[in-house]
């Protein structure tokens, strides 16, 4: 055959921006996922999937483009030339069900949702098109307790995800307490309050001098680049940094009290003010403490988007990367109250609340930070397989224990017993079942315990003493099976 003749075959390759996660990873995300699920329903919340498309003018802010709207979102024109778009998050698709179901729907209507959501941007380190997001949200109620009842949700849920007390932080703000600020510094323009929030959500980075540059005329940094400022005066770009400063590590009280002295009485500030210490009155009667979730003003990330509290969970554990240097998760959850997102459907408002957390990013900064929840993941008992004319009693062995809710399996590839116990060793086995034609004959069976033999093994290095010991190695009557095998892998 010539090459012009030759078949073109593709590249087995991962598109950009996906991966392909096996059960290690899969285990991981489904051991949080059960966990925060369970959480959200003692808590009086309902499951709900909506799917995964949404017609594309349902994701409202997403679309750059309204005539081909693929940018940030993968999307398809129907065959009625309706385009429809793979789901961007959960609470857009949570905004439009409610909006067509809201005669219906038991008010205030709470419910909570994983599942994967998909995003057209480029894809980076640990930025991903397709990851796994977990939401719990209140449509329908204003009170401030419904926002104070989701974040005391959201740490509980972190907790039972699998971080250890005190290893993360729930830090909040209100978006009207920063508009009240710049109502009395007599900022009205809607530019200039974005320019501020984004003046402010690079405190970390630039520290107070950097951003009273973005905060005033600009700034110009080390690579002779300037960046336009949001053109505050001296007095208002003071009142942002105090602001920013009031949280400062003290108590949920005292930060009121600091903000109280600052907003200047604006009534919009006021109200916001108002709504934070409601909150905190009810945190306080929800049991959360003041290192789970501190009132924090130099949050302003999503400020942009909810209309009153917001809120995001910053993990503190120290966390390494593969080749062990510190690496800085930062934020691994966030919400607020966003009241005008029905109204986009109905023209009219209905007040709303929620927390959203991905799913394989907390599975990440726990495996960094050492708490690898997939860390005693297991593969099936494995029968190993001499002759074929026994096949019978290798899968009548396997039967008996998946009748005993133990998974296992025969194997049935081609390769003799010590690939084959390669192989369950590679599957992370708990254990190899051994019924060759002596133990056949004898009416006994010899289980491999390879919990046991690995954790032996690895105190042994002469060959020849291995063999003599065995480790891990048990021979037993055939009935007794099942009961030795459990006994290895539920206590394993």
Known sequence: ??????????????????????????????????AVSAVYERYGFEALDTGAFEYADALG???????????????????????????YDLTAPLA????????????????????????????????????TQCDADTVGSARPEADAEIIAMAAEGLVAAGLPAGSAVIRINNRKLLNGLLATAGVSDERQKLGVLRAVDKL?????????????????????????????????????????????????????????DIIGGSAEGDAGLAELAAINTALKNLGVTEDQAVFEPAIVRGLEYYTGAVFEAELLLETTDEKGHPVRFGSIGGGGRYDDLVARFTGQVVPATGFSFGVSRLA????????????????????????????????????????????????????????????????????????????????????????????????????????????????????????TVAKIVRGA
Request: one cysteine or more; hydrophobic letters at 40%; aromatic letters at 8%.
């Open 364 to 483: 990440s900064a726990l495996r960094a930070a050492g708490r690898d929840l997939a860390a005693e993941t297991r593969g099936p008992v494995v029968v190993i397989a001499f002759s074929q004319d026994d096949m019978a009693h290798y899968f009548a062995a396997a039967a008996e224990l998946r009748a005993a809710g133990l998974a296992a399996e025969v194997y049935l590839g081609s390769s003799g017993m010590k690939a084959q116990m390669k192989y369950a060793d590679r599957r992370l086995s708990p254990a190899a079942v051994i019924l060759g034609g002596d133990e056949i004959a004898a009416g006994t069976v010899t289980i491999m315990d390879l919990v046991l033999g690995r954790e032996l093994a690895a105190g042994i290095s002469d060959n020849s003493q291995w063999r003599e010991q065995r480790p891990g190695q048990i021979n037993c009557p055939r009935n007794e099976l099942v009961a």
């Open 204 to 260: 970390d980075r630039l520290g107070p001098d950097g951003v009273r540059l973005l905060l005033g005329e600009g700034r110009k940094d080390e690579s002779g680049a300037f960046t336009k400022g949001a053109g505050l005066n001296a007095a208002a770009a003071e009142a942002v940094l105090a602001f920013t400063a009031a949280g400062g590590g003290a108590d949920r009280g005292s930060v009121l009290n600091r903000l109280a």
């Open 96 to 131: 439009r069900f409610a909006a067509q179901h809201w005669e219906t729907l038991p008010k205030p209507f709470r419910r909570y949702a994983f599942g994967p959501v998909w995003r057209n941007e480029k894809p980076g380190p640990g930025r991903f098109r397709e990851f």
């Open 61 to 87: 802010k997403f679309l750059p483009d309204a005539d081909r709207p693929n940018e940030g979102v993968f999307a398809l024109q129907d065959d009625d030339e309706q385009w429809m778009a793979l789901r």
């Open 1 to 34: 055959m010539t090459d012009e003749t030759a078949p073109t075959r593709p590249e087995a390759r991962s598109p950009r921006g996906f991966v392909d996660r096996r059960a290690r990873d899969l285990a991981a995300e489904r051991q949080i996922l059960t």
